[in-house]
């Protein structure tokens, strides 16, 4: 058994994080020392290992809490937490793309700097007539 900051250590998962899970039936409630300290044994370690892995996929808590489920029920299939995964996946490329489109209209934008003064700044024009950019990309 170990303390909350020993799992915080051990998993790299902040305490204030560690508690908010807690409330939030991620994982179950600490046992607690005679000193009314939380304490903290393998399978939590074990559990909150494989939250922060998800939430470091930047899978949603919702989605993470159905995914524990589903993984205390060894012998069950796997197509719901595939699902889960293909769709978190999508989720990922969508935003990708987006942020590629993002990137193109930064580039462009930031080409046609010439030094000259503020005031015929293209990035400065651009962002304040959204029609110019629009108009001068087609």
Same mark, same amino acid.
């Given at each position: 058994m170990f303390s909350i900051g020993e799992l915080s250590r051990r998993t790299g998962v902040k305490v204030p994080t560690i508690r908010y899970y807690e409330q939030n039936g991620l994982i179950a409630p600490a046992e607690r020392s005679e000193g009314n300290q939380r304490r903290?044994? @393998?399978?939590?370690? @074990?559990?909150?290992?494989?939250?922060?892995?998800?939430?470091?996929?930047?899978?949603?808590?919702?989605?993470?809490?159905?995914?524990?489920?589903? @993984?205390?029920?060894?012998?069950?299939?796997?197509d719901r937490a595939d699902a889960i995964a293909r769709d978190h996946l999508a989720q990922?490329?969508?935003?990708?793309?987006?942020?590629?489109?993002?990137?193109?209209?930064?580039?462009?934008?930031? @080409?046609?700097?010439?030094?000259?003064?503020v005031g015929e700044c293209y990035v400065i024009r651009s962002l304040a007539d959204h029609g110019l950019c629009s108009r001068e990309h087609v």
């Open positions: 903290y044994g @393998s399978d939590d370690e @074990s559990r909150l290992t494989f939250i922060r892995h998800a939430r470091d996929l930047g899978i949603r808590v919702d989605a993470i809490r159905e995914l524990l489920e589903l @993984s205390s029920h060894p012998e069950k299939p796997c990922v490329c969508g935003k990708i793309a987006q942020l590629k489109r993002l990137e193109a209209e930064l580039a462009r934008i930031t @080409s046609h700097c010439e030094g000259h003064a």
